[in-house]
């Protein structure tokens, strides 16, 4: 090494403009754009690097933060550029840097550090054996600068690639991590703070891996973190904790032997002053809960346990969320409050996705973890609980001075908590809680106001399920003018709560909203008129659930003159690359689809605009500047799925506007696109459009069937398993309307549906049932085809037939199975009990024909094993499988 060092001498004048640039570099007030340019140009010539790698090590004259700065930017040339350098010069850095472990400077050994673990994952360590001795040298040297570089550097290796330590290294008698994990466990017993926290913080990083160095070590290990619990330093308390919380993940078996001593000490550091301290212990709780441990190891702590919870709800005197409560609504949103949204990307089938009902700013700290903990033993212990919070929670919600209103708060952030896991002890209660809690609702704190809406949220099910008890209308209908008076609340994050909870509530609700729609939409409108940009987009969302779930009760004139004309304003004055048409794309997509044909009358200007969309982004991939837009595929995928909106809403009315468009084009494009979100929803249109106006794909229907049937090839299937759900769906809709035409494509699906039946375990619900419909619908459509393979599919077909609800689909794939039994009986005859099953999985067969078809199948069963394989077969059923089939005269 000595000799890289030797060959290689930085040019005065370039240590000089590199030291000036970097000083600009980190100046404030610096033409940023121009120095990276710079920086860009020296980044060409080969040994740019070097001069970084000695200003960093030698330039004893410069500032800290110039060094610093060099030390930096060389890690980020070398994640670029590594494999490019030349050996001399990759061995001239790595030289410069070891002598730097010791440096007097903090900030130089940790700038050191970082550097070292960029070259070991890039490089590994047999590319650097010089490393580990000069490691090991540091840490035995008894000097605490070099003891604490080293460990450093060791903790960032552990923390970026701990599974490279454990592993042979040529020209090494054993694996690095035996020779470091003795000297990591000796420095728990450091008088230095910082050792005691790198050296525990690098072990801790083991847990997830586990290499034999550390299993070996375990007893000295929990030994160290014992002796560790109540130590001086915060940090390494924080450890400690987040080491027992790894634990009881990934190795609880560990941990068992000394499990009280373990809970008595979480119990304890949950109330430590240090409040990231206590965050880390309190998520131990979630995590024991999570761990399967029997229940009655934590239940004696549990009365112990609950009030510290609820100590820590109440909201830290430095929470950022006392600041943003004060804003009311005539403060502009700044940059920062507007969260980045993702659209979800149209599904057909069974598993709808849900939504985290997280309550406002996405900030984890004690209070939320707590609250967690709260809601995660409720769900564990149920009503257990309830003796020991209950009194707690009732001393502290009656409470009107001012001083206390944080611990008002926090006791009903706890009732929202165990809302799911106590229901029983709290529903005799549940009248009483809610007349407490709407006075709440027009609280003068506006967080006690924001939090009520979420409590109340939490009840929505509940308050619906009671609307036919005595006063249960009273109470919904006090909950819901409660919750309409905060949408229009001057105070930015209860409109936020309010309007949330309301889309809670309109979800449980349904048609039960219907009498009170005008009084809703005025509200909604009102607050759409007030709102500002970062709350706009939960109105939308309050809007768009309405839709979905009053349908079309919505379609009166009456209520489209509140909703319509602000809806379709806004949708004028948005241009096509702002992103604020998402939600608004996402709202008429559920107003389309309630209104259905009513619709009609806004349909036009939607269709024409979505089509614009889609071409200006198409446009945009290839070439931004004549698109005079930035690519962004989110328009593209909010596009489609109005477009199927459009389609499911209007029917066959859409088939006008689809005529005059290139629709098909952009469609066949879209289902072609490298992007899965893309692709996803433009299948569901695809199905959309093969229901409603199948003759606008024919041009292109052999095209559009063969891309379909390529997303359901094994290797697509796993790489995005929604796109080939909707590809299924799309050829099954395909199927049932252009018949023999799909005929070409018939064995490549069916060869690709097969294995999806037959490997169904740990597979997506909804493709698993698409794909025995659409193996149905083929088999109704081509049963010449099908046929004669059925004895390869028909057990596995018919066991996921089992799982589809009675529907319209579950009948086509039925028509299906009697077509291919009638073409080849035989093939099936050695799958008769489980034919006999899925026919017993329906609750009724409301189609006459079917009925008839599936009769006359058992019946010719019955006549074609006469000579007692029928009663042989029957004596395999469960009897309620034959008394269903006692209904098709057999």
Known sequence: MAAAAALWQPQEEGLREICGLLEQHISPNSDQPRIWQQLQHYGQFPDFNNYLAFILAHAEGKSVEIRQAAGLLLKNNLRATFSSLSPSHQQYIKSELLPCLGATDRTIRSTVGTVISVLVLLGRLIGWPELLQALIHCLDSNDLNHMEGAMDAIYKICEDIPEELDVDVTGLSERPINVLMPRLLQFFQSPHAVLRKLSLGSVNQFIAVMPTALFMSMDQYLQGLFALAHDSSADVRKLVCAAFVQLIEVAPSFLEPHLRNVIEYILQVNKDPDDEVALEACEFWSAYCDANFPSDSLREFLPRLIPVLLSNMAYADDDESLVDAEEDESFPDRDQDLKPRFHSSRLHGSEGGEEDDDETVNVWNLRKCSAAGLDILSNVYGDEILPTLMPLIQQKLPTTNDSVWKEREAAVLAIGAIAEGCINGLYPHLPEIIAFLIPLLDDKFPLIRSITCWTLSRFSKYIIQGIGHQNGYEQFDKVLMGLLRRILDTNKRVQEAACSAFATLEEEAAEELAPHLEIILQHLLCAYRKYQRRNLRIVYDAIGTLADAVGGELNQPKYLDILMPPLISKWQQLSNSDK???????????????????????????????????????????????????????????????????????????????????????????????????????????????????????????????????????????????????????????????????????????????????????????????????????????????????????????????????????????????????????????????????????????????????????????????????????????????????????
Not at 648 to 673: K, P
Not at 740 to 758: D, F, G, K, T, Y
Request: negative net charge; glycine residues 6%.
């Open 580 to 890: 604020d048409l998402f939600p608004l794309l996402e709202c008429f997509t559920s107003i389309a689809q309630a209104l259905g044909p009513g619709f009609s009358q806004f349909a036009e200007p939607v269709f024409q605009r979505c089509i614009n969309l889609i071409q200006i982004q198409q446009l945009a991939k290839v070439d931004h500047v004549a698109a005079g837009v930035q690519y962004d595929r989110e328009f593209v995928v909010c596009s489609l799925d109005l477009l199927s909106g459009l389609a499911e809403g209007l029917g066959s009315g859409i088939e006008s506007l689809v005529a005059q468009s290139n629709l098909r084009e952009l469609l066949l494009q879209c289902c072609m696109d490298d992007g899965t979100d893309i692709r996803q929803s433009a299948f569901a249109l695809l199905g959309d459009l093969a229901r409603v106006c199948p003759i606008h794909l024919h041009p292109r229907l052999q095209e559009f069937l063969d891309i379909a049937a390529k997303q359901l090839h094994s290797s697509a299937v796993k790489e995005a398993v929604s796109v080939a759900n909707n590809a299924c769906w799309a050829i099954g809709e395909l199927t049932v309307k252009v018949r023999q035409e799909i005929s070409p494509i018939v064995l490549a699906v069916i060869s690709c549906l097969v294995p999806i039946l037959q490997n169904a375990e740990g597979l997506n619900k909804s493709l698993i049932e698409n794909s025995a419909i659409t193996l149905g619908r083929i088999g109704w459509v081509s049963p010449e085809l099908v046929a004669p393979h059925m004895e390869h599919f028909m057990q596995s077909w018919c066991t996921a037939l089992c799982m589809i609800r009675d529907d319209f689909e579950k009948e086509d794939a039925f028509r299906g199975l009697c077509a291919m039994v009638r073409a080849n009986p035989s093939g099936a005859v050695s799958s008769l009990a489980y034919i006999c099953k899925a026919i017993a999985s329906w609750h009724e067969i409301r189609s006459e024909d079917l009925h008839n078809e599936v009769c006359q199948v058992l019946n010719g069963y019955k006549q074609m094993l006469a000579n007692g394989g029928w009663d042989h077969c029957m004596a395999t059923l469960e009897p309620p499988v034959l008394q269903i089939l006692s209904r098709y005269r057999v």
